[in-house]
């Protein structure tokens, strides 16, 4: 296994300012410096000050966005722009989340504004991929992770794609408890490092992270990491709670330290 694994918790609607705070004092004192995984904390736009605070002096948990405008500034009511995040201490942003593609109406072309913005001021994205249940049964995996990988990347650096991640979220696995089997997840993630190949070339793809994300816990993480294009996670539900969460950062540690 040659890539370091990145372990992202997604919070969505949850934790305010308080329970964010509350949830990283518990975290931070079950990380040790032997963890070989990248770690990242993705609260609402209103804790991540509060978070940025929390986290201070560590230097093992970095800050994530989970959505953000690809403009600078503006008339865009209700939006946050990538200078605010960098601002407040973000290093990430999650973009094209399948939340916000279904029920937001975010497609590709907007979610590609999103990743070049990103990569204009040096944050990193997590760009979300993945089928939903009717593309699965109906044959279409491939068809629609290749149109959002050259789509979502269409005109992006490639040396910047080096350091961005790939999270692949089969819609019918968030938040479900149907987690993919390791084998359907090593199969999507090949062929999304196959188009990333032809995309970007065999050096760059060979160093973009794709993160699995869809139902992970502490318990299902190590087969999924021993997957050879499985690089990491992006966690809902289970990264609510600093033990649970701290769980599949261990797995995907120990799992990665022993591959
Ligand atoms: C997610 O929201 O990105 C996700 C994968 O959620 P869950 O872990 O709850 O399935």
Same mark, same amino acid.
């Given at each position: ?14 934790? /305010? =300012? *308080? ?35 929390? +986290?201070?002096?560590?230097? !093992?948990? /970095? ?7 690809? $403009? ?13 995040? !960098?601002?407040?201490? #973000?290093?990430?942003?999650?973009? /094209?989340?399948?939340? %916000?593609?279904?029920?937001? /109406? ?8 999103? *990743? ?14 993945? $089928?939903? +249940?009717?593309? %699965? ?5 491939? $068809?629609?992770?290749? %149109? !959002? ?10 040396? @910047? ?16 408890? %149907? ?6 997840? !090593?199969? #999507?993630?090949?062929?999304?490092? @196959? ?18 994300? &869809?139902?992970? @816990? =502490? &318990? ?11 690089? &990491? ?18 797995? *995907? ?7």
């Amino acid at each position: 296994m040659t890539r370091k694994p990145i372990i992202a918790a997604n919070w969505k609607m949850h934790k /305010g =300012p *308080a329970d964010s705070t509350a949830f990283i004092s518990a975290f931070l004192p079950l990380l040790d410096a032997s963890l070989s995984c990248d770690i990242v904390l993705a609260p609402p736009f209103v804790s991540l000050a509060a978070s940025a605070s929390a +986290l201070a002096g560590s230097d !093992q948990v /970095g800050l994530s966005s989970q959505n953000m405008h690809f $403009e600078e500034k503006g008339a865009f009511t209700g939006e946050i722009s990538s200078g605010m995040l !960098q601002e407040i201490g #973000a290093r990430y942003a999650i973009l /094209g989340h399948s939340e %916000r593609r279904a029920i937001f /109406g975010e497609d590709d072309a907007l979610i590609n504004a999103k *990743a070049k913005r990103c990569h204009e001021v040096g944050l990193v994205p997590i760009i979300c991929i993945g $089928e939903t +249940l009717e593309e %699965r049964d109906g044959g279409k995996i491939e $068809e629609v992770l290749r %149109r !959002q990988l050259e789509k979502g990347l269409a005109g992006l650096d490639a040396g @910047k794609m080096a350091e961005s991640v790939i999270a692949y979220e089969p819609v019918w696995a968030i938040g479900t408890g %149907r987690t993919a089997t390791p084998e359907q997840a !090593q199969e #999507a993630h090949a062929f999304a490092r @196959k188009v990333l190949t032809e995309l970007f070339g065999t050096e760059t793809a060979e160093k973009i992270r794709i993160q699995y994300g &869809g139902s992970v @816990k =502490p &318990g299902n993480t190590a087969e999924l990491i021993n997957q050879p294009d499985v690089d &990491g996670a992006l966690v809902g539900g289970a990264s609510l709670e600093p033990e649970s969460f701290y769980g599949i950062v261990k797995a *995907a540690s120990d799992a990665y330290q022993a591959g």
